[in-house]
């Protein structure tokens, strides 16, 4: 494979959505794990990743804010193997905080691949997965004689995984017909203990699967999404019949348009069944579902789905309306189209391995967070791994779909979870933040006081203290960001203090060129200190430095500043700073202004 280091990329059109969508509840994170035969060693499970990491090196990436999207860029972090520690599928992109998006732990005889979406989709992951169990495998059992195997192409370059599949196959002149969708049914239960994703596994023979699903004449996915829509209308009351039962297919576009890439690259079709005003039998819900596919997965139909994906994205308005408005809407979409559909069904095929390699693997299994009731699917050799998860306080609606798979002459045996002891995650932080805050509420409440007037500075000194600490507390991952935010709060309050004390212009005359050149000074120390690379501290400096040029101008010009000596040191010393950073760091700051500025 032709090796060549990774660049910043703009996010493909699922990863924006995922990178706007995600929060602690709904992380976007999936696994992919291997069941070995034998315990796993991590040491040599260290430098297997090391191995397989210089294969993908796209995946050694950090999620950046632009002002009008993120971006990914290349970092100098390393993955590191740990023993399990903390709930599947947990957060692991944390806003503001320089982590990797992906990360791999181990237990017992399980490797664990957890990824944010953003990153890659399921059949990236897959690859990765493969690629780090083969080498992992070889290290261990080199010595008996195991021979190394190449499981990706010769050819395939860096430049191959990082493409962009979305925009190469777009076309803007396929138009999709607009489709009125209704709203699904959707599955309400009390949610289980502390809203934790709960974990159910099954595995099944893949022969006895193929072998029903031929004699029925479909394929194994159109087979299981008729049991799946069965098994949740065996939930519903009469009233809740009234709304159909959608489930969510996500499809794999490289089975239509060729791609090498290791970017998110799927399409989803939405097979949905009305159980009140359509026939409940078994063959007419799977008679339907075959024929739903069969229209659903063309070419054609994938082509239209990714134009009208894109065609919002690429909208010449749209695309130029600043990030943080752009996710609010990413989120409230998401948000409303949830009521489009009941469960998710996710089937990412079988998972192959080199022949020497297949005695020493046990199984794979995937799963992923999820706000909704999703059923993930995925076999190897003939075990047919599924898995179900959700938040809600149910089981019915599995046990009722492994019923129905018994009732079609396949048993499923349950997996035991395998899952080691974790803590709960730390509420300190957040705990003391809460309690801190009460204290401030409460003495500011004393300026109400009839007979203590002078709490009124008292309650706009506590206020002040308080607004200054949260930017502190909600911005301590990025000390240079968290730095910029306390120059640009602090001086508003200094405005506002000056102007309801009778307006001295000290704000203006003193704290605006003081604090910004001490912004300034701060940044620059900082990234010595931590020894941060340009591109990381680069934009900051340059927010800091035009915040301390442009506002003094502004208000020089408009004659606000009394006193304009240590105002226009201040913005002298700012402009330098520009301008020693165009001559010095002309590159650098031309890729930031394109990373940053891109639409």
């Known amino acids: 494979m032709s090796k060549k280091k990774a660049r910043w990329r703009k996010l493909d059109n699922a990863a924006k959505l995922y990178s706007a969508a995600s929060n602690k509840k709904d992380t976007r994170v999936f696994r992919f794990y291997c069941e070995l035969k034998e315990e796993v060693n991590p040491d040599v499970l260290q430098e297997a990743l090391n191995q397989t990491i210089e294969i993908f090196p796209t995946f050694l990436m950090v999620l950046r804010k632009g002002l009008f999207w993120h971006y990914l860029e290349p970092c ?52 990765f997965l493969k690629e780090l169990v083969k080498n992992y495998l070889y290290l261990i059992h080199k010595v008996n004689g195991l021979e190394p195997v190449s499981l990706l192409p010769e050819d395939m370059t ?39 994703l709960h974990v159910h596994e099954s595995v099944v023979s893949v022969q006895a699967v193929l072998k029903r699903s031929r004699e029925l004449g479909v394929s194994m996915t159109v087979f299981l999404t008729a049991l799946f829509m069965m098994a949740i209308n065996e939930e519903m009351s009469k009233m809740q019949k009234k709304k159909p039962v959608v489930l969510m297919v996500p499809v794999n576009l490289r089975k239509f348009f060729p791609s090498l890439s290791m970017l998110n690259f799927f399409n989803w079709i939405e097979p949905g069944y009305n159980f009140t005003t359509q026939d409940q039998s078994f063959e007419a819900i799977l008679k339907y579902t075959k024929e739903f596919f069969e229209t659903e997965l063309t070419k054609e139909k994938m082509s ?25 809407c990413i989120q409230a979409g998401a948000k409303y189209s949830e009521k489009n559909t009941t469960a998710i069904f996710s089937n990412m095929s079988a998972v192959k391995m080199h022949a020497s390699y297949v005695p020493y693997i046990e199984r794979f299994g995937v799963y992923t967070n999820t706000p909704k009731f999703e059923l993930c699917l995925c076999s190897f050799q ?69 007979r203590i007037r002078w709490t009124l500075f008292t309650a706009g000194r506590v206020v002040t203290m308080w607004i200054a600490s949260s930017i502190g507390f909600f911005k301590r991952y990025n000390l240079l960001k968290n730095a910029m935010w306390q120059l640009f709060i602090g001086t508003i309050i200094c405005f506002i203090w000056d102007a309801l004390t009778g307006w001295h212009s000290w704000s203006v005359d003193l704290v605006l060129p003081i604090m910004s050149v001490s912004t300034l000074t701060a940044m620059f120390v900082i990234a010595k200190v931590r020894k941060c690379p340009v591109r990381e501290y680069l934009i900051y400096e340059i927010m800091a430095a035009g915040y301390g040029l442009i506002l003094p101008g502004i208000l020089l010009l408009c004659k606000v500043v009394k006193n304009p000596t240590v105002s226009m040191f201040g913005a002298l010393i700012c402009f330098l700073f520009l ?14 202004m394109q990373k940053n500025l891109h639409v």
């Open 304 to 328: 239209a789905h990714i134009s009208e994906l894109l065609a919002l994205e690429l909208h010449p308005i749209l695309r130029l309306a600043p990030l943080e408005l752009k996710n609010l």
């Open 579 to 592: 301008v020693a950073v165009i001559l010095f760091k002309g590159r650098e700051f031309k890729e930031e």
């Open 382 to 450: 003939d075990k047919l791994s599924s898995a179900f998860t959700s938040r809600y306080d149910t089981v019915n609606i599995e046990r009722n779909f492994y019923r129905l798979l018994k009732e079609q002459g396949m048993a499923s045996e349950k997996v035991k979870p395998e899952f080691p002891k974790t803590d709960e995650p730390s509420e300190q932080e957040m705990k003391v933040y809460k309690i801190y805050s009460f204290l401030c509420i409460a003495i500011t409440e004393y300026n109400f006081h009839p």
């Open 76 to 127: 100098n972090l390393r993955p590191i193997v740990k023993e399990e520690y903390k709930e599947p599928c947990s957060r692991l992109y944390i806003k503001d905080k320089k982590t990797l998006l992906f990360e791999v732990t181990y237990y017992k005889k399980r490797i664990n691949f957890e990824v944010f979406h953003v990153l890659t989709d399921g059949t990236g992951a897959t690859e």
């Open 158 to 196: 860096v430049q191959d995984q990082e493409v962009d599949s979305f925009l190469k196959y777009y076309s803007k002149d396929q138009k999709r017909p607009e489709k009125r969708k209704l709203h699904a049914f959707q599955i309400r239960r009390k949610k289980k203990d502390g809203n934790h």
